[in-house]
């Protein structure tokens, strides 16, 4: 993995918040924004932001079914920076 890549990434869950959302995320194939906002403390506007974060590390995917975006976790990544951790370990 690229060193700035891998800079984003860590960039990104690097807030409080954004991890709580992968977490959430990571618990099912397909998250609804609305599902996301009704258990965290956050505005839409806010859940956004920090969803365009995710999206632009790679770490998530993102779909809109009707007027709500589904969000995925993109587990290649997320493997991929699993095994970047595990050699520097």
Known sequence: METEKTA??????????RLRI?????????LCACRILDEL??????LSHHMKILK???LISA???GRWMHYSLNREVV???ASLLEELG
């Open 41 to 46: 403390d956050i505005t839409q506007p806010t």
């Open 79 to 81: 493997g991929a920076l």
């Open 8 to 17: 984003l990434l860590f960039k990104a869950l690097g807030d409080e918040n």
């Open 63 to 65: 779909r809109k079914q």
């Open 22 to 30: 992968l977490k959430l995320v990571s618990q099912g194939e397909d």
């Open 56 to 58: 632009d590390a790679g």
